[in-house]
């Protein structure tokens, strides 16, 4: 009770200090959500809407399709119809893996039996790159 009083209290003072026809305090803010926060979400549900399991012998052979060093920084996603998504973890690998030739990582990827048809690859930064990067680093 006392709180409310002490904002009804405050609210008096600022009415009069600035002259404030309103009798009554506006309505608080919602908090707003950040646009780091709705593309995240856009994202994921992207991911939910796609082929929700790669088979586990692409994820084995990754290493072997996109090389070592790359492969440490990137990693398979998803496949929406005929096209892989794959996550890197760091804007300037973005960069330099879309710089790469598609039909090097297309003829490898054929090469697998398990897999369906890919006829195209998209690099994109992984919504959940901070965390990717930390669990990679521990093992």
Sequence with gaps: MKSRDIKRTEWELTRARFHIADRYPPR??????????????????????S???????????WPLIAGK????????????QETLIVHTDHPGWLQEVR????QHFIKKLAAI?????????TFKLDP??????????SG
């Design 99 to 102: 710089r790469l030739p598609q």
């Design 51 to 61: 082929t929700p399991d790669l088979p586990e012998e692409l994820m084995n052979r």
């Design 128 to 137: 959940d790159a901070r965390t990717w990067k930390n669990k990679n680093a």
């Design 28 to 49: 608080p803010l919602k908090k707003e959500k950040t646009i780091d926060s709705i593309l995240t979400d856009i994202l994921k549900e992207e991911e939910k809407q």
């Design 113 to 121: 039996p398990a897999l369906p048809p890919i006829s195209k690859i």
């Design 69 to 80: 060093q790359i492969a440490k920084h990137t990693s398979p996603a998803f496949l929406k």
